[in-house]
Nanobody
């Protein structure tokens, strides 16, 4: 399975913004709910946000609601994460993947890419 390719991370001051991008294969992206996960130093990887195929439904972890916005461009097989008002606790490596919703859990389903580092 082709790995997704994340980009757009960097070093930013608290209160700043970044826009992450994830390019996936057409096979992975097609008809899939896509999302973002992150892993902070010393912590387990956690769900951040997801978006369904049409873009009509989005899902966020409580800690980023009102600050992060997920979107997708199906023609480009790309999903984005606009992050505003960044906080030190947002420091992590960010990954994208196919998302399965199992009850109240958001699970990744697919290969992991290298991720992109966000550092505050």
């Amino acid at each position: 399975q082709v790995q997704p390719v994340e980009s757009g991370g960097g070093l930013v001051q608290a209160g700043g913004s970044l826009r992450l991008s994830c390019a996936a294969s057409r096979r992975t992206f097609s008809s899939s709910r896509m999302g973002w996960f992150r892993q902070a130093p010393g912590k387990e990887r956690e769900f951040v946000a997801a978006i369904n195929w049409s873009g009509g439904n989005t899902y966020y972890v409580d800690s980023v609601k009102g600050r992060f916005t997920i979107s997708r461009d199906n023609a480009k097989n790309t999903v984005y994460l606009q992050m505003n008002n960044l906080k030190p606790e947002d420091t992590a490596v960010y990954y994208c993947n196919v998302v399965l919703i199992l009850g109240s859990d958001y699970k990744a389903f697919g290969s992991w890419g290298q991720g992109t580092q966000v550092l505050l």
